[in-house]
């Protein structure tokens, strides 16, 4: 869900966009553009932030949030981004209603909307997608934000200057850069973060189900850093050196409770999807693969892992699949790098 209806695109943007990824603890950038090769990156990078300005994605020290979007803008020349939401913050449900007439369904949804959501149709922002239909009803994708947190983003946005042409669920910005266009299989995709981790259920190229768990990978390098008395850094270091490929390592012992853990979040999700065969009018079927991304999904050892624990194929995405296939352009980011990116590349894939 982009908001796009209550956030229009201007025309001339289409040319090239900039996917501005902002999390509890980092802000991506990246930038395509078209050429006659296809689609390019003309810029990307990252600001990791202070903890505490963020959380859960809601903006807690505006100021200082504000700091770190100028620096931006002005190291990148930003001056229109598609900017994303946390999922803790936006409410995402699926909704069954009769057929009518295409400019009746808001209100209808409106109408309906306290009795899926905490807040009001007055205290939110409201947009849906038409998942299926038949010939009595429709089948609806519904997300809804609060106004005050909107209106806080588009706030700041307005002080540092740069003009949010989008505001997108973070999880469907990333299906959009990692799922090929097309593609009817059904994935369970893992967004391993830096302080959370995202879990979809990904279906008909459609995000069917969505949550969030507190597991991330700074956890797992402050636990590095206390318990063999190392800085951030160096422990930041041992971690991707050795991950948990080998019980060799004295890094082995250390965070594999961490990565136990999130296996068990993934099962126990996995388990729910399996046993709900049916849920929100739309039919569950069998998972065929898990997909990994995030900046701590290159944890070495971490497919072989969960591949091992599931029982299934669990692969790195390619968060390439929608912009090139290596033929004729190759992108700057290499792969270890450029699946924490995978959100602010679906961003910009949308205008474009």
Same mark, same amino acid.
């Given at each position: 869900?982009?908001?796009?209806?209550?956030?229009?695109?201007?025309?001339?943007?289409?040319?090239? #966009?900039?996917?501005?990824?902002?999390?509890?603890?980092?802000?991506?950038?990246?930038?395509?553009?078209?050429?006659?090769?296809?689609?390019?990156?003309?810029?990307?990078?990252?600001?990791?932030?202070?903890?505490?300005?963020?959380?859960?994605?809601?903006?807690?020290?505006?100021?200082?949030?504000?700091?770190?979007?100028?620096?931006?803008?002005?190291?990148?020349?930003?001056?229109?981004?598609?900017?994303?939401?946390?999922?803790?913050?936006?409410?995402?449900?699926?909704?069954?209603?009769?057929?009518?007439?295409? /400019?009746?369904?808001?209100?209808?949804?409106?109408?309906?909307?306290?009795?899926?959501?905490?807040?009001? #149709?007055?205290?939110?922002?409201?947009?849906?997608?038409?998942? /299926?239909?038949?010939?009595?009803?429709?089948?609806?994708?519904?997300?809804?934000?609060?106004?005050?947190? &909107?209106?806080?983003?588009?706030?700041?946005?307005?002080?540092?200057?740069?003009?949010?042409?989008?505001?997108?669920?973070?999880?469907?910005?990333?299906?959009?850069?990692?799922?090929?266009?097309?593609?009817?299989?059904?994935?369970?995709?893992?967004?391993?973060?830096?302080?959370?981790?995202?879990?979809?259920?990904?279906?008909?190229?459609?995000?069917?189900?969505?949550?969030?768990?507190?597991?991330?990978?700074?956890?797992?390098?402050?636990?590095?850093?206390?318990?063999?008395?190392?800085?951030?850094?160096?422990?930041?270091?041992?971690?991707?050196?050795?991950?948990?490929?080998?019980?060799?390592?004295?890094?082995?012992?250390?965070?594999?409770?961490?990565?136990?853990?999130?296996?068990?979040?993934?099962?126990?999700?996995?388990?729910?999807?399996?046993?709900?065969?049916?849920?929100?009018?739309?039919?569950?079927?069998? &998972?065929?693969?898990?997909?990994?991304?995030?900046?701590?999904?290159?944890?070495?050892?971490?497919?072989?892992?969960?591949?091992?624990?599931?029982?299934?194929?669990?692969?790195?995405?390619?968060?390439?699949?929608?912009?090139?296939?290596?033929?004729?352009?190759?992108?700057?980011?290499?792969?270890?790098?450029? &699946?924490?990116? #995978?959100?602010?590349?679906?961003?910009?894939?949308?205008?474009?």
């Amino acid at each position: 869900m982009n908001f796009a209806s209550i956030f229009p695109i201007p025309k001339y943007l289409t040319l090239s #966009a900039v996917g501005l990824d902002i999390s509890d603890r980092s802000i991506r950038i990246l930038g395509l553009k078209n050429t006659r090769n296809g689609l390019e990156v003309f810029t990307y990078g990252q600001e990791l932030i202070e903890e505490g300005i963020l959380s859960q994605g809601k903006i807690i020290q505006p100021e200082l949030l504000k700091n770190y979007l100028i620096k931006i803008k002005k190291q990148y020349g930003i001056e229109f981004a598609r900017v994303s939401l946390s999922e803790e913050q936006v409410y995402l449900f699926n909704l069954e209603i009769p057929k009518m007439e295409p /400019s009746e369904i808001r209100t209808s949804v409106e109408l309906q909307l306290e009795d899926h959501i905490l807040i009001s #149709a007055a205290e939110s922002y409201m947009d849906y997608n038409i998942i /299926s239909q038949n010939a009595k009803t429709y089948l609806l994708q519904v997300a809804a934000i609060p106004i005050k947190i &909107v209106d806080q983003y588009f706030g700041i946005f307005d002080e540092v200057g740069i003009v949010p042409t989008c505001l997108e669920l973070e999880s469907q910005a990333l299906v959009r850069a990692i799922i090929p266009k097309k593609d009817k299989i059904t994935y369970m995709v893992v967004d391993y973060g830096s302080s959370r981790t995202g879990m979809s259920f990904v279906q008909d190229g459609v995000i069917v189900y969505t949550t969030t768990v507190p597991l991330g990978g700074i956890d797992q390098t402050n636990k590095i850093k206390d318990a063999l008395k190392i800085t951030y850094e160096e422990a930041e270091k041992m971690k991707r050196q050795f991950g948990i490929l080998s019980n060799t390592s004295n890094v082995y012992d250390i965070i594999l409770p961490s990565v136990s853990a999130l296996r068990d979040e993934i099962y126990k999700h996995f388990i729910y999807w399996n046993t709900h065969k049916e849920e929100g009018g739309i039919e569950h079927h069998s &998972v065929s693969k898990i997909i990994l991304c995030g900046g701590t999904s290159n944890l070495p050892g971490l497919t072989d892992y969960l591949s091992a624990s599931m029982q299934m194929p669990v692969e790195l995405a390619n968060v390439w699949s929608n912009v090139t296939d290596f033929s004729k352009y190759i992108p700057p980011i290499n792969r270890e790098e450029s &699946v924490a990116y #995978a959100t602010a590349i679906g961003l910009a894939l949308g205008h474009l």
